[in-house]
């Protein structure tokens, strides 16, 4: 099992360029999220997405959209990167029911210059 | 709202000795849980320990252990006989849902232990 994986692992933007940060799951979990990580704070939820066909907005949604393909894929894109996009980005799932533990990806680093 | 408050930005610890990371919080939800999560300077996130606001005992994990003070709300990581492999960021979470959906995470503590 490769878990959770995130494409690109590195990824520099032109400030108004957009791209699509793509995230899989091989553990057949139901749901699926998408944090960003800045420096000297934790993370923050941008979307998540409890089951497939269902998205909702975290604490820090402005500037993004997400796509909930299929069971294992969730994306997020950014339409109009701007530099305060720049950050880690996570993404993590986890089953339903009682369990508790998120699954993390190994993230993405984004830079908007 | 959920709040997650971390107050110590790094801590020291030589190896075999145990150290304690501290972490409150602040929800008016009956029902929550709390989380710890380790950061290696690999940069991937590590699930560590669970503890469920209505478990009556505290949460263990091999050499990891959480300190559960409900009426205080500290929910502190200790982690007994530090290894030079422990050497990471260390984030305390909660639930900020009854579904546990959204996590909200403290700003994380620094551990360097030293050999």
């Known amino acids: 099992n490769a878990g959770v994986t995130q494409t690109p692992k590195f990824q520099v933007l032109k400030t108004g360029q957009s791209m699509t940060l793509q995230c899989a799951q091989d553990?057949?979990?139901?749901?699926m999220y998408w944090y960003r990580q800045d420096p000297g704070m934790g993370l923050r939820l941008i979307y998540y997405?409890?089951?497939?066909?269902?998205?909702d907005k975290g604490e820090v949604p402005n500037g993004y959209n997400v796509s909930r393909l299929n069971k294992r894929e969730f994306s997020l894109r950014l339409e109009s990167a701007a530099p305060s996009q720049t950050s880690v980005y996570f993404c993590?799932?986890?089953?339903?029911?009682?369990?508790?533990?998120?699954?993390f990806g190994p993230g993405t680093r984004l830079t908007v210059t | 709202a959920q709040k997650i408050t971390q107050t110590q930005p790094g801590m020291f610890v030589q190896e075999k000795e145990a150290v304690t990371l501290d972490c409150t919080y602040d929800t008016s939800d009956p029902s929550y849980g709390l989380f710890w999560y380790k950061q290696p300077s690999s940069g991937e996130m590590i699930f560590l320990i669970y503890?469920?606001?209505?478990?009556?005992q505290n949460a263990t994990e091999g050499r990891y252990s959480l300190n559960f003070q409900k009426a205080r709300k500290s929910a502190n990581l200790v982690i007994s006989a530090s290894q030079l492999g422990d050497s990471a960021m260390y984030f305390c979470a909660m639930s900020a849902d009854t579904g546990f959906q959204k996590l909200v995470f403290g700003t994380g503590t620094r551990l360097l232990v030293s050999p």
């Open positions: 553990m057949n979990h139901n749901s």
């Open positions: 997405s409890a089951s497939e066909g269902t998205t």
């Open positions: 503890q469920g606001s209505y478990d009556q």
């Open positions: 993590a799932s986890r089953s339903s029911g009682s369990s508790t533990k998120q699954y």
